[in-house]
Structure formats: structure tokens, C-alpha cells
């Protein structure tokens, strides 16, 4: 028997491999999700003149690759798991994670969901200055502080999981 190549045990190989076994539809709802964000930004830089200087472009980047790396980042745990790629729409909002058993994608999620929450972040603070002259700018500020937040919470549940069954 021959022990699986080296590239398997890094974030990239743990990602591919969860991606590999999810289910079309999280495929489709991750591609859908990029294609949108990218297409947003394109709007954005094309729309006005010094659109790749400006703020909104930024803002608009962080925050969505920081939920869309958040959300493949849960879908991937939830099929790593076992469990359904997305949550029932019946059962409330989860907070934490609860894992049941060791996967490469339990030891990739520390890794994706600090990044995800240090992108939040960085969006907060460019939000920031906008919303004390536009009060409209204030959910997304709430949104990217809940991604932030939420990221700190996965990371800290995976990195006291995997610390507590090394």
C-alpha cells in the first residue's frame, strides 16, 4: 500500500479533495458565487474613471472573497464531515462547529477561516470612514464585522478541536 502523495496533505490538496466529493449543487453554488463577485468587480473598475483606485472596488473585493472563502470553507467542513453541504433551512443558525472526526479539511479550516476574517476585517476598516458620511454603508459593515466574527469562531473551535485530539 502506498501513502498518498505529499500534495494531499497541504490546504490546497485538503480543499481539492472536499471539493472533489461535494455534491454538483455546492459546486454550482461556489462557481455561481465566484462568477458574481467577479463580475461585480468588473462593473466596479469599469464603471467610473480610477475605478481600481477607489475604495468601493476594494471593499467590495475583501468582503466578497471573505464570504465566499468563509462559505466553501463551511460547505467543504459540512461534506468532510459527512454531514449536508448546507444547512436545513428549518434549523437556526449554527455558531461554532461541533467536528465528529479527524479529516484534512479539519486541518485546512484554521487556515481559511483566519484568512477570510483578516479580509473581513480589512473591509470593515475601509467601510468604516464611508459609513459615518452615508448611515446606508452601515450593513455592510455589519455584515463584514459578522464575518469576522464568525471567522474567529471557526478558527477557534478548529484550532481547540485539533489541539485537544492531537
Not at 461556489?30 to 475604495?55: D, H, N, Q, T
Not at 466578497?64 to 472563502?69: F, K, N, T, W
Not at 467536528?99 to 479580509?119: C, D, H, N, Y
Request: proline residues 5%; aromatic residues 10%; charged residues 15%.
Amino acid at each position: 500500500m502506498s501513502s498518498p502523495p505529499a500534495r494531499d496533505h497541504t490546504v490546497g490538496g485538503a480543499v481539492a479533495g472536499a471539493f472533489r466529493h461535494a455534491p454538483p449543487a455546492a459546486r454550482w453554488y461556489f462557481a455561481c458565487s465566484a462568477v458574481y463577485i467577479a463580475g461585480m468587480l468588473a462593473w466596479l473598475a469599469v464603471s467610473s474613471e480610477g475605478g481600481l483606485l477607489r475604495a468601493p472596488f476594494y471593499v467590495a473585493f475583501l468582503g466578497g472573497v471573505s464570504g465566499i472563502v468563509l462559505g466553501a470553507t463551511v460547505m467543504l467542513f459540512n461534506v468532510a464531515q459527512g454531514d449536508h453541504w448546507r444547512q436545513n433551512r428549518r434549523i437556526k443558525l449554527k455558531w461554532g462547529l461541533a467536528p465528529k472526526r479527524m479529516t484534512e479539511m479539519l486541518l485546512a479550516l484554521p487556515i481559511l477561516a483566519f484568512s477570510a476574517g483578516v479580509m473581513a476585517a480589512a473591509a470593515t476598516v475601509v467601510l468604516i470612514p464611508y459609513a459615518r458620511k452615508e448611515p446606508l454603508v452601515l450593513g455592510a459593515v455589519v455584515a463584514t464585522v459578522y464575518v469576522t466574527a464568525a471567522s474567529l469562531k471557526m478558527t477557534s473551535d478548529a484550532t481547540r478541536w485539533l489541539y485537544g485530539h492531537a
